[in-house]
């Protein structure tokens, strides 16, 4: 019986950063009465999935980045693939670096994701100018970053909150 | 030990082959654009319901900020149209009578429309912006009769026009897109140009013959050239001339739209009966 609870317990530690992702990929698509309002949870995605790939990576899989980014792109009329590509990229930048500096400082993350973060957005602009033949915007990218690292440390916490009930 | 390098090579393995699908992806746009445009609405179709149910928070913030706004301004609202109401009764009596009596001269002449317009009304259930492009899903597709290039109007004017239509849903490109064009006239100049997208807030006129004719506040409405918009929909207000070129001001506020109307247009180019066609003279004739 304790046992039946205690998996109970421990579901939302499983289901909530699937489902968590995808309820923040559906808000920063919705039809957000300000600009701002609209580049504020644009990011949310992007942070929520570095996050969980620095302090949870077991929470959330890099496939789930993958279709996270695939179903941004269809719902939001992009390229498809290119959404897909940046994320994915850097979920696997961070993922990968966490291997390497286990235990590091909560200043070093947050660099590191801000590096990571850059480097996604330059790509994500880089191949939609390619293949739009014009060159995006460069606001609200510089939007995206400012808000990105402004919204890391409340992601990282919750992250790792859920990390240490899965554990 | 063994059994993490495994592990992490299988990781590193499913990383490696997830960027390569998505390369694959960013590919098949270039290559087959068609019909990425197809799976792209097939899979916006499919997950329109919950699009839709996510899209309530943004729609309580749009009517607490629209509450917000009316708020302050209600009563110098009430006030102007007590004002104007009592203009355009006078205007709707003056409409009446000219209605009837254009039926009547268009009766006399034999008159056909040159288009039939119908409308459709959507909701915006997702937006896209963020520096790639400016385009909104909204709740018609095919099954309501909603076509590839219909032009989306809001309360105010021009907004957009249909790019891809999946089964439930269509998506809008919007006027401030990069890659949107529509066909206009500057009402008062008699000026036909090409509105033209920027990616920013102010879309620009291009291909005018005469820009010097073209003064700040003059209307702009849709030409109707081409046949494939319908003419006089009104789309903005020449903004700024300048030497760089002319920017409009739209009526339209693609930040604050929430239903839009999807106009159905038919062109109704009169059918020539080949038989009852006048025959040209013969040369051959005196």
Known sequence: MSGLLSRVDRMPHAVLPLGGGFALLLLALAPWPSPLLHALFDVFPLVFLCAFAMRAPGSFPAYATFLMGLLYDALSGHFLGVTALSWLLADLLLRGRRLFFPGESFGRSWRAFALALFVAGLLQWALFGLLARHPGDLLPFALRLLFGALLFPPMAGLAERLQDGRE | ?286
Do not use: C
Not at chain 2, 48 to 61: I, S
Not at chain 2, 140 to 161: F, I, P, Q, S, T
Not at chain 2, 168 to 196: H, K, M, N, Y
């Open chain 2, 1 to 286: 030990m063994q059994t993490r390098r495994n592990l992490l090579s299988t990781k590193q393995a499913t990383g490696l082959a997830l960027i390569a699908v998505a390369l694959g992806l960013v590919a098949f746009n270039m290559f087959a654009p068609v019909s990425a445009a197809a799976l792209r609405m097939a899979l916006a179709d499919f997950l329109a319901p919950a699009v839709d149910f996510a899209a309530l928070p943004a729609k309580a913030a749009g009517q607490a900020q629209a509450a917000w706004r009316d708020r302050a301004r209600l009563q110098d609202e009430n006030e102007r149209l007590r004002r104007d109401l009592a203009v355009l009764k006078g205007w709707a009596q003056t409409a009446q009578r000219l209605e009837v009596e254009n039926r009547r001269l268009k009766g006399l002449l034999q008159y056909r429309n040159p288009a039939e317009l119908s409308f459709l009304s959507a909701r915006v259930i997702a937006k896209s912006g963020g520096g790639f492009g400016d385009s909104m899903l909204v709740t018609a597709g095919a099954r309501d009769g909603v076509e590839k290039d219909m032009v989306v109007l809001d309360e105010n004017g021009v907004a957009g026009r249909v790019i891809e239509v999946g089964g439930w849903t269509a998506r809008i490109l919007t006027l401030r897109d990069f890659d949107f064009r529509l066909p206009v006239t500057v009402e008062e100049a008699g000026q036909r140009g090409i509105l033209s997208g920027t990616g920013g807030k102010a879309p620009r006129l291009k291909h005018v013959a005469q820009e010097g004719a073209i003064k700040p506040g003059m209307h702009v409405i849709t030409s109707g050239q081409g046949g494939i918009f319908p003419a006089g929909l009104p789309v903005g207000l020449v903004k700024d001339v300048e030497p760089e070129g002319i920017t409009l001001a739209p009526h339209a506020r693609p930040d604050r739209m929430e239903i839009v109307r999807i106009v159905r247009y038919k062109l109704d180019v009169p059918k020539q009966d080949p038989a009852a066609a006048p025959v040209p003279p013969s040369p051959d004739a005196p």
